[in-house]
């Protein structure tokens, strides 16, 4: 069997082709055609040699995941169901701001953390994706939108909110990354890619050092070590007093900061008390803060909270002068807002 062109960062890529027997500057021609202009057929690019060209197309496979199943929202918002070679799927979803959309991807079949509160979290762990099926979820959903929305529409931002924990698949998702950021590939700005962790400690720990420069949102959901471990397990073993200080490290630049999501729940976390200290365990530190009222899937236990609490929640984070929003929900009709993908 092939494997696939798209599992390489340009520095792999430089580096496969030299123990090809090949010249790596080559590399920058067939990333400009196969990222750039996002075709999947061999590169026409003059200058291409016919060495690379051999090395490349005899071993390489350039197939794109399958698109199953494709819903629009009555807000512009669509979810596409992805099939990959072994049948396993995911979704992604494409969120619509003014003629730039935002592209929130899938890391994991299924997820390991088992959070009480998401629809992913009840099906486990599948398997993780690979580079390819990764990049190829953003390939795919480009080439949809080119085909089917106005040619000016393009992608500008990419979150890793989809399925799945990105840092307990931390290789694949840190070659994607470099593969989105590369200015020989998908060319994004840094700053336009966020990934979202419930807190999985050793991925934090290897992102330092590894990670490129992108943003990193925590999923806190509250301050309250004991609260936060009914609704997102692996805080009993990584606890918000190990990860806080350490994801504070990160961001680099002054108008940089870390977004830690609220997820809040009707009569569980939406209190004045939990707004408070929520305020307390953030105030003077690089925190923005995005408030998420939950969103339902079939057989939930949790509720949505009142929008005056939403609206009181929110005056207080705001009180301590750390910035905040409410995040408005989309595509939650054809349930692919945050926390109702599954795909089995
Ligand atoms: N695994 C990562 C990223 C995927 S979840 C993480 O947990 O951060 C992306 C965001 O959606 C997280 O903040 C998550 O807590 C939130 N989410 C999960 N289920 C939700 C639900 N039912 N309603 C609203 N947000 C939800
Ligand atoms: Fe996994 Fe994130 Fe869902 Fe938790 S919220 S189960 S970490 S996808």
Redesign the pocket.
């Given at each position: 069997m092939k494997f696939s062109f798209f599992q390489f960062s340009f520095d792999e890529l430089k580096n496969y082709i030299v123990q090809s027997g090949g010249n790596a500057d080559q590399a920058r021609l067939l990333f400009n055609w196969h990222y750039k202009k996002n075709l999947q057929t061999p590169c026409e690019i003059n200058g291409l040699s016919k060495k690379t060209h051999e090395i490349i197309y005899s071993d390489l496979s350039f197939e794109l995941p399958v698109i199953d199943q494709i819903q629009t929202s009555d807000d512009l918002t669509v979810k596409f169901l992805f099939s990959f070679q072994d049948g396993k799927k995911v979704e992604t979803v494409l969120i619509p701001f003014n003629q730039k959309y935002t592209v929130?991807l899938s890391?994991q079949v299924g997820?390991a953390?088992k959070?009480s509160?998401?629809?992913?979290?009840t099906q486990g762990l599948t398997r993780s994706l690979k580079t390819e099926e990764i990049i190829g979820q953003f390939l795919a959903v480009q080439t949809w939108l080119t085909q089917n929305r106005p040619a000016d529409d393009r992608i500008l931002n990419v979150?890793?909110?989809?399925?799945?924990?990105?840092l307990?698949n931390f290789d694949h998702v840190k070659t994607a990354v470099e593969i989105l950021i590369s200015q020989h590939g998908l060319s994004l700005a840094d700053h336009k890619i966020t990934?979202?962790?419930?807190?999985y400690l050793p991925g934090l720990l290897r992102w330092k050092d590894e990670m490129p420069s992108v943003n990193i949102?925590?999923?806190l959901?509250s301050p309250i070590d004991e609260k936060r471990s009914q609704?997102?397990p692996i805080n009993k073993k990584y606890p918000l007093k190990d990860v806080v200080p350490l994801i504070e490290q990160f961001p680099q630049g002054k108008k940089r900061f870390v977004t830690y999501?609220y997820?809040l729940i009707r009569e569980f976390n939406d209190s004045e008390e939990d707004a408070l200290q929520t305020a307390k365990l953030l105030a003077g530190t690089k925190a923005f803060v995005?408030l998420?009222?939950?969103?339902?899937?079939p057989g939930?236990q949790?509720k949505r909270p009142t929008e005056e609490r939403v609206q009181k929640f929110f005056e207080i984070i705001e009180s301590f002068k750390i910035p905040v929003t409410i995040?408005t929900?989309k595509g939650d009709k054809i349930l692919a807002?945050?926390?109702?993908l599954k795909s089995i």
């Open positions: 929130c890391s997820c953390m959070c509160f998401c629809h992913t979290g979150v890793f909110m989809g399925q799945g924990e990105p307990h990934i979202s962790t419930s807190g949102a925590l999923s959901h609704l997102i999501e997820l995005n998420i009222p939950f969103n339902p899937f939930t949790w995040r929900t807002a945050c926390g109702q």
